[in-house]
């Protein structure tokens, strides 16, 4: 039998055909397979992705007192087509001034006046003592739903707590998207 060159899908589907029960793979099989195979290998053309959105930089003090200092530093719309996701990034730096370890978490979040359903809030940031942290709120819809509108306004309370409650407060965060 001659001696026949096999690349790419040829082989995989000569290898398949012998599986199936073919124990040989017939010369005119190949040839098929090799012509099928090149007409694949036009030059793909691929999607370009989307840029991705700048995420609008806000750097806005939310709060300076004896326990933290916050700053939302983002808020960003991210669409990743790889995965097929799109979520937003609240991001704000925290610097924890006390001597206890703090967590900070999102609570009563908002879009253009209407509530986010908390299924799809993300936000638990742990802080050491002196240290700060990026507390990053993520928003999605992780079962493929709408995403809510943020066009006009995103409010929410920034809540922080240590683990026995004697430091336990809650700091409104409004901002306009225009």
Do not use: R
């Not at 899908?9 to 017939?26: I, K, P």
Request: proline letters at 3%.
């Amino acid at each position: 039998m001659k001696k026949i060159k096999l690349a790419g899908l040829g082989v995989l589907v000569a290898v398949g055909l012998s599986a199936c029960g073919d124990s040989e793979v017939t010369e005119k099989q190949v040839e098929k397979v090799e012509s099928t195979d090149q007409t694949d290998k036009a030059t793909p053309v691929k999607e370009a992705k989307p840029e991705a959105e700048a995420p609008k930089q806000l750097n806005k003090e939310v709060v300076d007192n004896e326990n933290i200092k916050a700053t939302l530093t983002s808020i960003e719309f991210v669409k990743d087509p790889d995965f097929d996701e799109e979520y937003y990034e609240v991001t704000y730096e925290v610097e924890n001034k006390t001597d206890a370890n703090i967590t900070v978490q999102s609570d009563s979040v908002s879009a253009d006046g209407k509530m986010v359903d908390e299924s799809l809030l993300v936000m638990s940031q742990d802080i050491a003592p002196g240290k700060k942290a990026d507390c990053v709120l993520t928003i999605q819809d992780y079962e493929g739903g709408e995403l809510p509108e943020m066009k006009e306004n995103f409010e929410m309370n920034l809540w922080v707590f240590n683990d026995d409650f004697s430091i336990e407060e809650q700091h409104k965060v409004s901002v306009e998207m225009k």
